[in-house]
């Protein structure tokens, strides 16, 4: 059981970026799947969430209107497009997968705003 993010790097101010969450050694499209990120000497918050079919979907304040969440379940991915980055999305991005019980953290993946 993995999930793997990748997509970070380094963009300026105002560019995009687009992450990706592959799952192995499960169905991803069984579970709802959210992106969280944590910068340094802060909490990890919740950036946006998809549940598992792919109807619903809830942002952090920060982000709506610039971040979409979506998902290819026949793919085994969710993705999270960045736009319009900020200085302030400076982060480490994490997926994790729940369900019921069950959830699973992905390594994370960096992304860095220069201004």
């Known amino acids: 059981v993995q999930l793997v993010e990748s997509g970070g790097g380094l963009v300026q101010s105002g560019g995009s970026l687009t992450l990706s969450c592959a799952a192995s050694?499960?169905?991803?499209?069984?579970?709802?799947t959210s992106w969280y990120r944590q910068a340094p000497g802060k909490e990890r918050e919740l950036v946006a969430d998809i549940t598992s079919f792919g109807n619903t979907k809830q942002y952090a304040d920060s982000v709506k209107g610039r971040f979409t969440i979506s998902r290819d379940n026949a793919k085994n991915t969710v993705y999270l497009q960045m736009n319009i980055l900020k200085p302030q999305d400076t982060a480490v991005y994490y997926c994790?997968?729940?369900?019921?019980?069950?959830?699973?953290w992905g390594q994370g993946t960096q992304v860095t705003v220069s201004s």
């Open positions: 050694g499960f169905a991803l499209g069984n579970f709802g």
């Open positions: 994790y997968a729940h369900g019921g019980p069950l959830g699973f």
